[in-house]
């Protein structure tokens, strides 16, 4: 019993430190791919709905000058960047309705307003993406008119 | 007996395979729930927006006096649709509006000391509360739990404000602006007929007429009416409806001035009058005010400020204002206080009242530092005109304040 294993034990001495290591190798080969599959894209998606949030905060102030009796384009814009400008977000717009006359809204009309921004210039520094979208917008925040 | 080697190696043969596989189903719960917690802060942001636009926009509407029916019915169509927009599931589609609760109040916000106290259902109604009641967190298959909700609530009152203006009619009133004196000499003055009178009794004493009438063009009173008519012209266009008055002071005296018929008669004036009382029609009050000195009685007397500001108090408390509305004093000055006690003690009375008193100091010879403690006293904000046109300024400035203001 004791020979036996006293000429086995050379071998096994020798083969289960390779045998280890490609385990590992393959365990990390099929590991890492999952936990990038996890996390990157959680961390697009939170990064982009906190980007969205910010448009939408921007949008939401922008939208109480231009629904103001006297309010304006140009007045809603200036307030829209003066806030996308403190989130640190890049290149943002304020997107506006094509059927409604903005310079002549009547007293209690409904109107939206939408903040977007280039997804390029406002992603994490992630590897990969996987939106197919190259815009970030905000929902459209509505408002009517005050008189 | 303790396992061999052989059968330790044996047994983490695959282990981290199973670590791992046992692992990622939590892996996977934590992402998941990471990204319910992002969802969830978005809904958020998503219900306070449409809660608060649907609330501001009801007060603005009430303050045109829509109906409540009315405001109700768009109020939440307009909480619903910025919900609907913004509360967006993991795959962007958007809610069922049925899935909301918008719950509206209406009520009665009083302010006091800039501390503002709503009441649902009590009247008369000036805010407007909007609650919305939306699910969010855990995602299912595209759809959130309802299971977790997310409220948001805001509360929007109109600023409806009382306005006393409380005025200076003490005999410096009557001075030129730059020189602070009478300046005018009778020629100068186109309203004096004594100068003109065919009776040389009368035209011996045509100093006599002016001495206590302001120049039409060249005193401070005159200098301070248009500021005055613009103040009136102003308030119509803020946003809130407003109740103004109008006060006078000087000091209690009895003297003899010739009236604009070239009748010798005694005068008395009190410490401070009321010139109007609170009311809708500004323009009407200001008029009253500029035809009574202009024409019916002369501009004399020392400054008693307290006693401009106990009055004007008494009117923004007296059971001709309202109750629920900002008290505003804006009291105006060109001199001194020489008669009454301290206006800073005065100030601050009122300001324990629920009063705000501003202060303007009209020409260079304003005691300004008193005017400025005056204000403090008083909670308000000191200015400084030296022009007519500064004045007219400051006027509109103290009358363009928000229409509303969040309570919660």
């Known amino acids: 019993m004791f020979g036996c294993s006293k000429t086995h ?9 390779g045998s280890r290591a ?24 939170t990064h982009n ?66 903040g977007s921004a280039p997804l390029t210039q406002n992603r994490l520094p992630l590897p990969f993406h996987l939106s197919f979208e190259s815009t970030i917008r905000s929902s459209e925040v509505y408002y009517r008119k005050e008189g | 007996m303790p396992a061999s080697k052989k059968q330790l190696r044996l047994v983490r043969h695959g282990a981290s395979a199973i670590l791992i ?28 927006v449409s809660s608060d636009l649907a609330a ?69 109604v000036n805010s407007i509360r909007v609650g ?17 909700l997310v409220n948001g609530k805001a509360t929007v009152a109109n600023v409806e404000r009382d306005i006393c203006l409380v005025v200076d009619r003490s005999g410096s009133m009557t001075f030129d602006l730059t020189t602070d004196w009478w300046h005018q000499s009778k020629e100068w003055h186109p309203e004096n007929k004594m100068a003109n009178s065919s009776d040389p009794y009368l035209q011996d004493r045509c100093n006599q007429w002016w001495w206590a009438w302001p120049h039409p063009e060249n005193s401070r009173w ?17 946003q809130q409806h407003e109740l103004f008055s109008i006060v006078s002071y000087s000091s209690a005296v009895t003297e003899y001035r010739y009236d604009h018929s070239l009748v010798r008669r005694q005068f008395t004036t009190t410490s401070s009058s009321v010139e109007s009382q609170p009311s809708y029609n500004y323009l009407e009050a200001v008029q009253k005010l500029d035809n009574k000195y202009k024409f019916e009685f002369p501009i004399m007397g020392g400054t008693n400020i307290a006693a401009g500001i106990d009055l004007g108090a008494q009117v923004l408390l007296g059971n001709s204002s309202r109750p629920y509305a900002f008290k505003t004093m804006i009291l105006m000055t060109d001199g001194q206080y020489n008669v009454g006690r301290e206006p800073w003690l005065a100030a601050r009375d009122a300001a324990e009242q629920g009063i705000e008193v501003f202060t303007i100091t009209f020409s260079n010879g304003a005691e300004i530092d008193a005017m400025v403690l005056t204000a403090k006293e008083g909670r308000g904000k000191h200015f400084h005109a030296a022009t007519g046109e500064e004045l007219r300024s400051i006027f509109i400035e103290i009358a363009n304040t928000p229409p509303g203001v969040f309570v919660e």
């Open chain 1, 9 to 17: 034990w050379p071998k096994r001495q020798r083969t289960p430190s």
């Open chain 1, 22 to 45: 490609g385990v590992e190798a393959v365990e990390a080969a099929l590991t890492l791919p999952l936990l990038v599959l996890l996390t990157f894209p959680m961390l697009h998606i």
């Open chain 1, 49 to 114: 709905w906190h980007t969205q949030k910010m448009l939408k905060v921007a949008t939401f102030e922008a939208i109480k000058v231009m629904g103001s009796p006297d309010g304006t384009i140009e007045a809603a814009e200036r307030v829209f960047h003066e806030y996308v400008d403190a989130f640190g977000i890049r290149n943002a717009q304020l997107e506006f309705a094509n059927n409604v006359d903005y310079d002549n809204l009547n007293t209690d009309q409904l109107f939206w307003l939408r």
């Open chain 2, 21 to 48: 596989m046992a692992m990622i189903v939590p892996l996977i719960i934590i992402s998941f729930f990471a990204l319910s917690l992002a969802n969830l802060e978005r809904n958020e942001v998503a219900t306070q």
């Open chain 2, 56 to 124: 501001m926009w009801g007060a603005n509407a009430i303050s045109r006096e829509v109906s409540l029916v009315t405001i109700e019915d768009r109020a939440r169509a307009l909480a619903l649709d910025n919900w609907q927009h913004g509360s967006i599931t993991s795959t962007g589609k958007k809610l069922d509006t049925n899935q909301a609760e918008v719950q509206i109040e209406f009520g009665t916000t009083r302010f006091f000391n800039h501390i503002a106290d709503f009441t649902p259902g009590d009247l008369p």
């Open chain 2, 132 to 148: 919305t009641e939306v699910p969010s967190g855990i995602i299912v298959f595209g759809q959130p739990l309802r299971a977790l």
């Open chain 2, 222 to 238: 005159s200098d301070m009416m248009p500021a005055i008519y613009a103040l009136a012209a102003e308030i119509p266009n803020t």
